[in-house]
């Protein structure tokens, strides 16, 4: 079997997928993105393609090997990302052809079904509750939030007093138990940070994600004295860039991206290096339904594997939604909060491909925002 072709497409709302074929026929499906950056990592996939049209799409290890080694620059968002979309569609080839769920290539499942959380939005705390209390009443029993607008440095106490509102309320409305996750969204800087964290531990969050920028990973130490579990990793593109994290002993939970991290190759070894130090999993994921399935595919063969981040309904997906481009939604059905993992062949999809040339047409120039201080100066978003 070798490979033949590939084809990218740029779809709403923000998405970019690839589709590998060979020469027996079968089809891989992958999704390499960076949100705000889909034209410049379809170049990259379309370097790195090149170099591998004619090689059989089996030796999956080597054909990483070479996306990765044997370009002298290697590593970062933008190359990592390509490079995950690439291997996704390599183990959906694989899978098909032996016609077994990528999982069983991976050693077989530990366990059969994973726990999943919703986002939520609202400005308000009413708006925040409420728009919890839809998302319970769909079985989920856990979210997770935006908790903080932009920060400076040191900033008003009003600011922190408004994220502490908003947890309240969800906590207030629907319980203890209720999953809370709070993500800081590298908005906040340390001063912030420690001030945040200190003031969350009253609600027991289920974590708070990305406290500060993974560049200052070495001040999770300060906030790691308080009882709040601390998650990030979905700005960290290898098992290089976790090896410090891991042996610095702060962290709770990692966050490794499929879409960004190395795809399921590289994010297996990740995980089970976590596990290594009983730190728990719970991979990134707002994006659409290939980056989902590869995710499930490896939450199925980690012990540590305890959440997973979906993005049905996510405020970004305002023209497309995550089952808008599978033949097969039913794959994703959540049930008293969990999803079962996908048994199909492969990743477990059907990709609708006319659908998908069709939304490609449209495309997509999808860009975050560009937030500013009072001061002019630009604020982390």
């Known amino acids: 079997m070798k490979i033949i072709d590939f084809k ?139 908790a903080t607008e932009e920060l400076q440095y040191l900033d008003d106490y009003s600011k922190v007093e408004a994220v502490l509102k ?46 500060v920028l993974s560049e200052h990973n070495d001040y999770l130490k300060q906030l790691a004295q308080y009882s709040v579990p601390i998650a990030t990793g979905e700005r960290m593109y290898s098992r290089y860039d976790f090896k410090k994290l891991l042996n610095d002993g702060y962290i709770d939970v990692i966050q490794p991206d499929l879409s960004h991290a190395g795809g399921i190759t590289e994010c297996k070894k990740i995980i089970s290096m976590a596990e290594a130090y009983d730190v728990a999993a719970a991979p990134h994921c707002p994006l659409g339904p290939i980056a989902l399935a590869a995710c499930l595919q490896v939450d199925a063969t980690c012990h540590n594997a305890i959440i997973q981040e979906q993005s049905l309904g996510i405020h970004y997906n305002k023209s497309n939604d995550l089952l808008d481009y599978i033949k097969n939604p039913q794959v994703f059905e959540y049930a008293e909060g969990y999803v079962k993992i996908p048994e199909g062949p492969g990743l477990g999809i059907e990709m609708n491909e006319e659908y998908i040339a069709e939304r490609n047409n449209e495309s997509h120039n999808w860009k975050n925002p560009i937030w500013k201080h009072k001061d002019g100066s630009i604020a982390e978003w």
């Open 8 to 146: 990218l497409y740029q779809v709403p709302p923000r998405w970019l997928f690839l589709k590998i074929t060979t020469d027996e026929g079968i089809e891989g499906w992958g999704e390499p993105v960076i949100e705000g950056k889909a034209s410049t990592v379809k170049t990259a996939v379309s370097e790195l393609m090149n170099q591998l049209i004619g090689k059989n799409p089996s030796n999956i290890e080597g054909l990483w090997d070479q996306m990765y080694r044997s370009s002298f620059y290697r590593g970062g968002p933008i190359l990592m990302s390509a490079i995950s979309g690439i291997d996704q569609a390599l183990w959906d080839i694989k899978g098909k052809y032996l016609n077994a769920p990528v999982h069983q290539l991976l050693g077989g499942k530990a366990r059969d079904r994973i726990k999943v959380y919703s986002w939520v939005g609202g400005d308000r705390p009413e708006d925040v509750a409420r728009e919890a209390e839809k998302v319970a009443q769909k079985g989920f029993t856990a979210i997770k939030m935006n």
């Open 166 to 211: 908003r947890v309240h309320a969800i906590r207030d409305k629907l319980g203890d138990d209720f999953g809370i996750g709070i993500d800081f969204h590298g908005r906040v800087h340390k001063p912030m940070a420690k001030i945040l964290t200190k003031e969350l531990e009253k609600y027991h969050p289920l974590f708070i994600e990305e406290p």
